[in-house]
């Protein structure tokens, strides 16, 4: 389905791309970037000197068949000013992005041996807009798929 596969994000960046859909099948899951995800200018594949876009995109993270090692908060003010961190169950989280509740905004990226943190936005289309977003897990393989890259969108 994809022309180009990365088994890892030496040139890649996740920072600032909204996942539309989100899938879990035999132990894989993917997120689905509709606008794609950046290739800094080093990758071979880029032939500006440019940061650009891919065209539509995916993220296949290998965890394993229990999803239920993802571990998925949101944060939310209280309208004391309190913030609450709020668990959320995997497939719950998937179907709220899944069905349109709101997007995923990647933010920053953590990892360590096989093991990965990703600080995220959630946006909702009403008050309060957006909240903050925390998703975790192991996985021992990962690969970004893309087909074509957008040189009309640069970082």
């Known amino acids: 389905m994809y022309k180009h596969c990365d088994l890892n994000d030496c040139y890649i960046s996740l920072h600032d791309c909204c996942a539309e859909k989100i899938?879990?099948?035999?132990?894989i899951l993917s997120f689905i970037f509709p606008d794609g995800f950046w290739i800094t200018h080093q990758h071979s594949l880029n032939n500006s000197d440019k940061t650009v876009l891919t065209d539509l995109s995916q993220v296949d993270f290998q965890i394993g068949k229990d999803i239920d090692q993802i571990e998925i908060y949101i944060f939310q003010k209280t309208k004391k000013g309190t913030?609450?961190?709020?668990?959320w169950e995997p497939l719950n989280f998937i179907n709220a992005v899944n069905t349109g509740d709101f997007k995923l905004e990647f933010i920053t990226q953590y990892k360590s041996y096989q093991s990965f943190l990703f600080k995220c936005w959630v946006w909702f289309d009403k008050a309060p807009y957006h909240s903050e977003c925390e998703i975790s897990f192991s996985s021992e393989n990962v690969s970004y798929r893309w087909n074509e890259l957008r040189y009309d969108c640069s970082w």
């Open 23 to 27: 899938n879990f099948d035999n132990g």
């Open 83 to 87: 913030i609450i961190r709020d668990k």
